[in-house]
């Protein structure tokens, strides 16, 4: 029996990422990041614990344009990790499985993840000017 020329996977040909999936990765690459980024947090305290000179290390780190960027990313995971976590706990009472319910709370995230960073940036810079 001569065997047929298809792909093994024809879904892997007309597959497009859906919101869904994409907030679902996301939701896990979120949590990874706030691991590896607890790291940052733990270096600030350990600097602080360890004298004026290593803190000043840690500050010069925190204040440049990769540490500014580290911090942000770090920020945005928080956040969207804690949006995406509350529609999970909605999910596991049994609310909003319908397919427009999944897209009107993915979007929720999103805005949800968006709104906070900035109005905590916002909040953490005029509060760091002001000093």
Do not use: E
Not at 11 to 27: A, G, M, R
Not at 94 to 117: N, Q
């Amino acid at each position: 029996m001569p065997t047929a020329n298809r792909p093994l996977s024809p879904h892997l040909q007309v597959y497009k990422p859906q919101l869904t999936s994409v907030l679902s990765i996301s939701h896990r690459a979120a949590g990874i990041a706030l691991s590896v980024g607890s790291l940052y947090l733990v270096w600030q305290l350990l600097a602080a614990a360890s004298g004026p000179d290593a803190y000043a290390v840690f500050q010069g780190f925190a204040g440049s344009w990769l540490g500014i960027l580290v911090l942000f990313g770090w920020s945005i995971s928080l956040f969207y990790h804690l949006a995406n976590g509350i529609r999970h706990l909605f999910w596991d009472a049994g609310y909003g499985f319908t397919l427009d319910a999944t897209y009107k709370s993915g979007r929720w995230v999103l805005i949800a993840t968006a709104v906070l960073t900035i109005v905590a940036w916002i909040a953490g810079l005029s509060s760091w000017g002001g000093k």
